[in-house]
């Protein structure tokens, strides 16, 4: 399995009616569809980008 990070932009987003600058990044995963389900890779991948919102909840995985 691969997992492939860019490095982070920051973009404007808007927010509560408001452009605000945002961190954005990309994330892409790869991995042998023969090993691996395709659901089981898309929930490791939003686990990742969870933690990557908020490391502290890195703990309660």
């Known amino acids: 399995m691969h997992v492939l990070f860019r490095m982070k932009q920051s973009l404007g987003s808007l927010v ?13 995963l790869s991995f042998d569809h023969r090993v691996v389900d395709g659901a089981a890779g898309s ?19």
Do not use: Y
């Open 16 to 28: 509560r009616g408001r452009i605000r600058p945002r961190d954005i990044t990309t994330l892409a």
């Open 43 to 61: 929930r490791f991948l939003a686990d990742v980008a969870a933690i990557m919102q908020d490391p502290a909840s890195a703990l309660l995985f």
